[in-house]
């Protein structure tokens, strides 16, 4: 069956230093990929998607992501993190129903 | 452009009790989606209407859950008897037509069973 697996569960970053959260994904085709960002107490943001081309996808608030299909994954970084990246990122893909992964938690300490 | 619109935005329900669930989406968009999304998980797709008809529901525990989009605008999703287990946060998204892979969040209910 098609899913997306985040490993991480929850990631503390220091304000100012790099961030990468992990998606992978199985399924047959290229699926279409998603990056959400939830902060508490909101609903679901849109950071990037990725359908074709170009493999690294640029998305809104800083965030980037890298699709590579030898290792079935797309993720999800930010060179430098602001206090307000603190959120839930959820990983999901698009077949024929958007499908999430179960979360990473994003902690920013100062 | 006004976002997609859901309330109550929290609900305290005992066991049994019944509970409903607005939301209205962006305007134009004829797509709806119910999704729960249990603590710790992301969210889970329940119901999908496209216009006032049902899409997918194939997720919908229909012994106790139900929605309706009667006009194609707005959408209720109730749940009647409410078990512990339904506490969650109840998501309702949309879509246009023109980019139907981008879908809108609403804010949510954070439903919770005692």
């Known amino acids: 069956a098609q899913s997306v697996t985040q490993p991480d569960i929850h990631i503390t970053v220091s304000e100012g230093a790099s961030l990468e959260l992990r998606c992978n994904y199985s399924y047959g085709a290229t699926p279409y990929l998603f990056w959400y960002v939830q902060s508490p107490g909101q609903g679901l943001q849109l950071l990037l998607k990725?359908?074709?081309?170009?493999?690294l996808v640029q998305g809104i608030k800083g965030f980037e992501a890298e699709f590579k299909r030898s290792q079935s994954s797309f993720n999800l970084r930010k060179p430098s993190v602001h206090w307000s990246d603190a959120a839930e990122y959820f990983c999901?893909?698009?077949?024929?129903?958007?499908?999430f992964g179960a979360g990473t938690t994003v902690t920013v300490r100062a | 452009e006004a976002g997609v619109a859901q309330s109550p935005r929290y609900k305290i329900i005992e066991k049994r009790q019944s509970v409903a669930f607005w939301c209205n989406p962006i305007?134009?968009?004829?797509?709806l989606y119910w999704y729960q999304q249990i603590l710790g998980q992301g969210p889970k797709l329940l119901i999908q209407f496209q216009n006032n008809g049902v899409v997918d529901d194939s997720q919908l525990p229909k012994d106790r859950f139900s929605a309706e989009r009667l006009k194609g605008v707005d959408s209720t999703l109730k749940i009647q008897p409410a078990k512990l287990e339904d506490s969650a946060v109840y998501l309702c998204a949309s879509t246009s037509a023109f980019d139907p892979y981008e879908q809108y969040f609403g804010p949510g209910t954070r439903l919770t069973v005692t």
């Open positions: 305007s134009g968009h004829a797509t």
């Open positions: 999901a893909y698009n077949d024929y129903k958007l499908s």
């Open positions: 990725y359908f074709s081309g170009d493999t």
